[in-house]
């Protein structure tokens, strides 16, 4: 049995087919969110965009934007999903930049979340949190910071039923230095 060489680290060639589409069995119009208060950071572009509309398609009441640049176009794009979708429109809400701005919506937010039901919080951090790039450290440092603070969540609210998640996307192509 031979032993094959492992994979570099920085996502590339991770997953030979790249996909553009959705799968027809995940319908976020399907779904429903009515009457949850749901906050996304990373949310100007790519997967913290599309879960953003995601959420409300599905009938968020109310969606909180973070992000690093600006949130008016997709501010429109999440109310526009929802009216499309048949939903209410949601309130929005924006907050930048890429630490503060999660730190301040999740301090803001938590009592909320304690008194509903749905009770966790999805921050967008990077595959960049887990690798040194040289040219990339202000970029990487803070999507590092996004995941210890998810961290720190789970282990300051787990027994009150708080769940913090810090979805690292993988390698995708996109402009990060705008």
Not at 92 to 109: A, D, E, V, W
Request: one cysteine or more; charged letters at 15%.
């Amino acid at each position: 049995m031979s032993q094959q060489k492992p994979i570099a680290t920085t996502g590339q060639g991770f997953t030979p087919t790249l996909r553009h589409d959705t799968y027809r069995t995940i319908d976020s119009t399907k779904a429903s969110f009515k009457g949850e208060h749901v906050f996304i950071t990373g949310a100007s572009k790519g997967v913290g965009r599309a879960t953003a509309i995601a959420y409300a398609k599905a009938g968020a009441a109310a969606i909180s934007l973070g992000a690093r640049s600006d949130l008016s176009e997709v501010g429109n794009e999440v109310q526009k999903a929802a009216a499309d979708a048949g939903k209410k429109v949601p309130k929005i809400l924006k907050l930048c930049p890429n630490i503060h701005g999660p730190y301040l919506m999740t301090r803001s937010f938590l009592p909320l979340l304690l008194k509903g039901s749905l009770k966790t919080i999805l921050d967008i951090s990077s595959g960049g949190a887990h690798v040194v790039i040289p040219g990339a450290s202000a970029y990487q440092t803070t999507k590092l910071a996004i995941l210890r603070f998810s961290e720190f969540i789970n282990a300051e609210y787990q027994d009150q039923g708080i769940m913090a998640f810090s979805l690292h996307p993988g390698g995708l192509s996109r402009q990060i230095w705008h």
